[in-house]
């Protein structure tokens, strides 16, 4: 606030002033009739304003902020369908336990309940999707109701929270001093501690184990534990599974690195979980896609489970010893507790796990020219030097991502896991470049997700945002026409897809639009990216049936997978 | 997974408008059925208490009471089975009761320690205040009289302890949040 030295603010002016003292850098939000006194106030603050194209846009764009960050995301809408287009993003944002603040406008308090002009309970509606919901009615609350929101979306596991602020608290005025004090909060409880006699017997645990094996979840990327994790792995030689996004929580090139476990990860990291005598998961939730059938689960490890939400205990896997803290503090005490040790017998069982695969892989085919989203994902990792900060939508080519683009470096993948949200990835990825604009950023979707969001393209072009768009383009839904070719006796139940072209759309946007058809062409068009001022799309034509290899069903053993067909079809097409 | 049992929570919450939503939604989200659930006011200003009974295993009733915990209005969780307990629920039973049958209703009633809070020319109302068996049996006897209409109240719960179970806790003592979080 500059314009005056009065302390009377109006309540859409103590909004701005909490997000300038929380911190906030850029909000990304949509005007609209109950939320106009907070955007007119807003000049007068030097807060940045992304206009999106849509609400759903605003709620990803501040998850992948959030991502990319670290910190807060703060996402502004009117009430109303802008509170509601926020949901999906909402719902996103907590089931991956991002930190993120929506703050949207009420109809007056008056009016409330009255089924007046955009009114909509939406305290009611993110009830369950938010860590936390305020509705504010009076100018007084917003600032302790704003901090409060800030404190609970950060603190603990994170979350997304939600502050409906009625039309006439953001008109009123008040005499506003701003309370610095700790926010004080009786029944929220975010900190625990695992008990040091726990973290012994699991030390001895790690230590008496033959075949162990660590798990890296999100928790270990979010905590800032991922310097901690690799100490303590290459002192007590244990190799480490990922999953999705625990990816770039240990280095992918670390010698100790599996890969990614569960449905779509390697056939022999489910192997090694299945062969393992303990588990040390950490910050991970034992998720339906990572777990497979739970009754032949891991069936001869004892489990530790290091998590700082103590519901996660025992939730979908029972565990021999739950450590509830915060991860990067439990690997700290764990660190000095465990025995310096070496495991050759159970490394050179891994290796022999790993068998054919690489030869079956589609990486390693005789270069025949035709287009496979594997080799885009390969040939990028490659061309960026695995530097880039990668943003992913849902489908085939996360999963390809996430199979061929090794990630070493934590907060370098940022993809909608829990809740699986196409049109995800462009709007993150927009907010993942402003959250780290030194970044070289590159947003992978498919087809389809990216038809949800495109219209973000033209949010790209007003703010002059540079991200790179890889459109893998197959034509089809691709992951749920998998799941027909395999599951439902190749009915195409409403999964082909004709797309626009999305070089023109490029175009229409006044961006840069290149098609790669071969394989020979990547590179080329990557530099022509990176060359660029500007976003550019790049439109992959990628082979259109191809499937995502290895498999486990949903519902089976975890060592029960459907495996890349060798040799590949690809050997019939080049004859 | 052991097996499934009746859990009866007491859960101090902040008396605000939209708590026991946040409570009920939360079970149901979570997929458990309440079998009931008593709210009112306490001792303190500002904090009520509820009673909620529901089936679970025992990991089941762990996760809920983690669960109610993260609610950021929830001020403190008691899982009852972990202490001696009264627990008490209070029921209103509209019996057919005409002149010929009121004495026989009303012995009945008297074994079961109900008191008759109103009696009319063809019905009577027992009260009754007891364990949930307790006022299940009273039920069942009086059942072939013809039951008009019932009403119960849930159970409350009481942990026997001579301490207030709010002090327990240090209930209303508001924690300072970690410097590193405020820091960030």
């Known amino acids: 606030m500059s314009s005056s030295d009065s302390k009377r603010r109006t309540g859409a002016e103590i909004m701005w002033e909490v997000l300038e003292r929380e911190g906030v850098g850029v909000v990304f939000g949509y005007p609209g009739g109950a939320i106009m006194p907070a955007y007119d106030a807003m000049l007068k603050y030097s807060i940045r304003h992304v206009l999106v194209r849509h609400e759903q846009g605003a709620a990803h764009m501040a998850d992948g902020y959030a991502r990319a960050s670290g910190k807060v995301g703060v996402a502004l809408a009117t009430s109303g369908p802008g509170a509601t287009n926020l949901v999906t993003g909402i719902a996103t944002a907590m089931l991956d336990s991002v930190p993120m603040v929506c703050v949207t406008g009420q109809v007056s308090s008056k009016l409330i309940g009255s089924d007046a002009f955009q009114e909509t309970d939406i305290t009611g509606v993110t009830l369950p999707i938010t860590k936390h919901n305020y509705l504010v009615t009076r100018v007084q609350d917003i600032a302790p109701m704003m901090r409060e929101a800030f404190y609970v979306a950060r603190s603990g596991r994170p979350g997304p929270v939600l502050v409906d602020i009625t039309k006439d608290a953001q008109q009123a005025s008040m005499d506003f001093v701003w309370d610095d004090t700790p926010v004080r909060l009786p029944g929220y409880r975010p900190e625990h501690h695992a008990r040091p006699e726990d973290v012994k017997r699991a030390a001895e645990m790690i230590d008496r184990a033959e075949r162990p094996i660590a798990f890296c979840g999100h928790g270990v990327i979010a905590a800032g534990g991922a310097d901690l994790l690799r100490e303590l792995i290459e002192k007590s030689e244990i190799p480490v599974a990922s999953t999705l996004l625990g990816l770039g929580g240990f280095p992918a090139s670390h010698p100790l690195s599996l890969g990614m476990m569960g449905m779509h990860g390697e056939a022999w990291v489910n192997r090694a979980i299945q062969e393992s005598d303990l588990i040390l998961a950490l910050g991970m939730r034992f998720d339906d896609r990572v777990t497979g059938r739970l009754e032949t689960y891991a069936t001869r490890a004892r489990k530790i489970h290091c998590e700082l939400d103590p519901a996660e205990i025992n939730k979908n896997v029972r565990v021999d010893l739950p450590l509830v803290g915060d991860v990067a503090e439990t690997l700290r005490a764990l660190l000095p507790a465990v025995s310096k040790n070496a495991r050759p017998a159970w490394l050179a069982r891994i290796h022999e796990l790993k068998g054919d695969s690489a030869v079956r892989d589609i990486q390693s085919l005789p270069h025949s020219g035709r287009l496979f989203a594997a080799h885009v994902m390969h040939d990028l990792w490659r061309i960026t030097e695995g530097r880039a900060l990668v943003v992913t939508d849902v489908g085939q080519h996360q999963m390809w991502e996430a199979q061929y683009y090794k990630h070493d470096f934590p907060r370098k993948l940022i993809t909608s896991g829990g809740l699986g949200t196409m049109g995800f990835a462009l709007p993150a990825g927009i907010g993942a470049k402003l959250a780290r604009p030194e970044e070289e950023v590159w947003v992978i979707v498919g087809d389809g997700g990216f038809q949800m969001t495109a219209a973000e393209l033209s949010t790209c072009a007003q703010e002059g945002i540079k991200v790179h768009v890889a459109v893998i383009n197959n034509g089809y839904l691709g992951m749920v026409r998998q799941w027909q070719q395999f599951f439902y006796e190749g009915r195409y139940a409403a999964t082909p897809m004709r797309g626009p072209d999305f070089v023109k759309l490029a175009e229409a946007h006044g961006l840069t639009g290149i098609r790669v058809t071969e394989r020979g062409q990547i590179r080329d068009a990557v530099a022509a990216a990176r060359a660029s001022k500007e976003t550019v799309v790049i439109d992959f034509r990628v082979e259109q049936e191809d499937s995502v290899y290895p498999m486990v069903p949903a519902g089976a053993d975890l060592g029960d997978m459907i495996r890349r067909p060798s040799p590949i079809v690809e050997t019939a097409a080049d004859d | ?184």
């Not at chain 2, 026997?160 to 002090?167: C, L, P, V, Y």
């Open chain 2, 1 to 184: 997974m052991s097996k499934a049992t009746l859990h009866t929570f007491i859960a101090y919450v902040e008396d605000l408008p939209g708590v026991l939503n946040r409570v009920t939604s939360l079970l149901r989200r979570r997929n458990y059925n309440i079998i009931s659930l008593t709210v009112g006011r306490t001792e303190r200003p500002g904090v009520s208490r509820m009673t909620i009974v529901l089936e679970a295993d025992d990991d089941g009733a762990r996760r809920i009471e983690a669960n109610l915990y993260k609610l950021v209005n929830v001020l403190w969780v008691e899982n009852t089975a972990e202490a001696a307990t009264m627990v008490r629920e209070l029921a209103l039973v509209k019996v057919r009761a005409d002149a010929n049958r009121r004495g026989e209703v009303m012995r009945l009633c008297d074994v079961f320690r109900a008191r008759v809070v109103d009696v009319g020319p063809e019905a009577l109302v027992a009260e009754i205040t007891g364990t949930v068996d307790k006022i299940d049996g009273l039920v069942d006897v009086l059942r072939p009289f013809g039951i008009v209409e019932m009403v119960r109240t849930g159970v409350v719960a009481m942990v026997r302890s001579a301490e207030a179970t709010a002090d327990r806790v240090a209930l209303g003592t508001r924690s300072t949040p970690p410097k590193d979080v405020r820091a960030a």
